[in-house]
């Protein structure tokens, strides 16, 4: 348990602070448009849920702050899951898409997450991760700040984070740019 709730104090001033502005590179990312269901895994307040721009998909919030799932619940067309990402309440292959933005450094296991997405992520599907890149120098920065801060921040590199996926049935690619990366993999059809 962390010493202090930061997402749930943010809760109801965390979309004024943080903005959604990477929407282009989020639908490339993540293939889009299609048909069928969308996780955003650790999605928090659906910032980046809302903005996908999707019509043809459910989006699924999920998040283990229940603060942050409130928020959610007030955006009209996400459903919000309040949840641990380690042990997510869905099926194997549920989802055909899966994306997880700025979050990873903050769970507790980043291994078991990982896997966590891949399980519920249907074969043919896609995952997307988005992290501070820690090779730059903000975000090493960054990362101090939030040690400082007293949460349980732990950035791994994008290599580090595809790493999670070697071994598994998957392509996976990094896209850098500026301070940040996205990891995307997607899982084979057997």
Same mark, same amino acid.
């Given at each position: 348990m962390p010493i202090l709730d930061h997402f749930g104090i943010l809760a109801p001033f965390y979309d004024r602070f943080i903005g959604s502005t990477k929407t282009d590179i989020w639908r490339k990312v993540l293939d889009l448009p299609f048909e069928g269901l969308l996780l955003d895994a650790a999605g928090g307040t659906g910032?980046? *849920?809302?903005?996908? %721009?999707?019509? *043809?998909?459910?989006?699924?919030? *999920?998040d283990a702050s229940l603060q942050m799932m409130r928020e959610a619940r007030k955006k009209p067309g996400l459903l919000a899951s309040a949840t641990t990402i380690e042990c997510l309440p869905f099926e194997d292959g549920s989802f055909e898409r899966v994306l997880m933005v700025d979050a990873l450094h903050h769970v507790v296991d980043q291994r078991q997450t990982c896997l966590e997405m891949w399980r519920v992520l249907k074969p043919g599907g896609r995952l997307v991760i988005e992290e501070p890149d820690i090779a730059t120098n903000f975000v090493k920065f960054l990362a101090v700040a939030e040690k400082v801060l007293l949460m349980r921040s732990h950035f791994l590199s994008p290599d580090?984070?595809? %790493?999670?996926? *070697?071994g598994l049935p998957a392509k996976i690619s990094i896209v850098r740019e500026g301070n940040i990366a996205w990891v995307v993999v997607e899982k084979m059809e057997s």
């Open positions: 910032r980046v *849920a809302q903005h996908v %721009g999707c019509p *043809a998909c459910q989006v699924v919030v *999920a580090e984070i595809a %790493g999670m996926y *070697a």
